[in-house]
């Protein structure tokens, strides 16, 4: 429906292409899961990340911190 609301009918050479193959499905069935589970339960991995990234924060925001490019 998208595809014929915004870019008209579908071109004839696009009815040819099969649909995915159990290998592609198989492939993508993990990140789709991946996907809804980090949309539905993000808690556990910004906690995961969180220290790192209050690490990297308090670097790029701390006026003593000087990085040194040439000795």
């Given at each position: 429906?998208?595809?014929?609301?915004?870019?008209?009918?579908?071109?004839?050479?696009?009815?040819?292409?099969?649909?995915?193959?159990?290998?592609?499905?198989?492939?993508?069935?993990p990140?789709?899961?991946?996907?809804?589970?980090?949309?539905?339960v993000?808690?556990?991995?910004?906690?995961?990340?969180?220290?790192?990234?209050?690490?990297?924060?308090?670097?790029?925001?701390?006026?003593?911190f000087?990085?040194?490019?040439?000795?």
């Amino acid at each position: 429906m998208f595809q014929r609301v915004m870019y008209g009918q579908v071109r004839e050479a696009y009815n040819a292409l099969p649909d995915l193959s159990r290998l592609e499905i198989a492939c993508a069935l993990p990140l789709l899961l991946l996907t809804v589970i980090l949309g539905v339960v993000p808690q556990p991995f910004i906690a995961y990340i969180e220290p790192s990234v209050d690490r990297l924060i308090r670097l790029a925001t701390d006026p003593s911190f000087i990085v040194v490019a040439f000795k």
